[in-house]
């Protein structure tokens, strides 16, 4: 499906939150869209993976490639953590004493020290909203993908209706990037709207 990710990015940045920073290393809101981060890229920025992982380690250790999993099936498929980002902020969280690690044969199993549960505890609600965050664009983009199955073969010229409409919205919220957290709210009820009146058809 053309340009589905662009798409469902732009939904989604539009309703990254504001939160405290200032712990690990790197900074910028969800996805890039802070200060330092990267305009666009559909990542994390470092200190909001690491409170993640820490969430995703308190129910159960877990190896590396676990936690990419289990963010890959959030966020379903939209974010994919690569192995050089995750395992950097394991070693970081190894570092700082929030994290530890077992060694089992070639891999290793990571588990949240007691100081570890003490951070996520006063970033609880943090990282809730990064989960959910994480959980929305899940869903949406599934939404998306079962409105767009098909279209094509349906109707031609309805599917090219549809494209550009999203390509519309797509540059709108380009020329967002960066707005106030006042905006992205707004942006957020808009389409929160949209997406109600969609269902509704």
Sequence with gaps: MRHFHDYAHHVFAAGRFGGRHGWGHGGGGFFGGGRGGMPGARKLSATDLQLVILALLEPAPAHGYELIRTIEERSGGFYVPSP???YPALTFLGEIGHAEAETEGNRKLY???EAGRRF???NRAQAETILDALGRVGNRMEQVREAFAGMEDIDPS????LHRARHALKHAMMRKRGCSPDEARRIAAILDRAAAEISKI
């Design 84 to 86: 050089g980002v995750v």
């Design 111 to 113: 588990r949240i020290t």
């Design 120 to 122: 996520l505890d006063e």
């Design 158 to 161: 309805g599917a090219d209706d």
